[in-house]
């Protein structure tokens, strides 16, 4: 069993060398050494935001070998309800295969139990089907058509 325990700045440039390192990723991340402030200056709003929570998993030598995020986002359908939204699921390319990303998702959504979420949802990119394909294996359903406007 891994450890997950909430993000520290000192983590940051391992993170965005894991989302940087994919297909989709290169493309749109700028990690390079020393990392930019930008990178930093995100880290910081989320870290002092009460509803999102970035977590890690790291291994028996404290390497950081995944993460995610988790948004808490209140509502006023469902009766006021509260919803969680799980983004940036990256684990370690030599980590993947080992119950890593499952160990994250059960963390993830027993926090969204104890936070009082009544869904707990997340969007994948459809050029990713080795990552739809697990999250369908860990109960989650296509229910929805989900639609983006980059700018």
């Known amino acids: 069993m891994y450890k997950i325990r909430k993000c520290q700045k000192e983590d940051v440039p391992a993170i965005v060398a894991m989302l940087a390192n994919d297909k989709l990723g290169m493309l749109r991340e700028d990690y390079r050494e020393p990392l930019a402030q930008k990178y930093y200056d995100a880290f910081e709003k989320i870290d002092s935001d009460s509803n999102q929570q970035l977590a890690v998993i790291e291994d028996e030598r404290s390497k950081v070998i995944g993460t995610l ?16 939204q799980i983004e940036a699921v990256r684990v370690h390319k030599d980590y993947r295969n080992k119950g890593i990303g499952k160990q994250l998702f059960a963390w993830a959504i027993n926090e969204a139990k104890t936070k009082k979420a009544h869904v707990v949802q997340l969007t994948t990119d459809k050029k990713r089907p080795e990552a739809l394909k697990f999250y369908e294996s860990l109960g989650f359903k296509a229910s929805h058509e989900g639609l983006k406007l980059h700018f």
């Open 69 to 84: 995020q988790l948004s808490f986002i209140q509502y006023l359908t469902y009766q006021g309800g509260k919803r969680a």
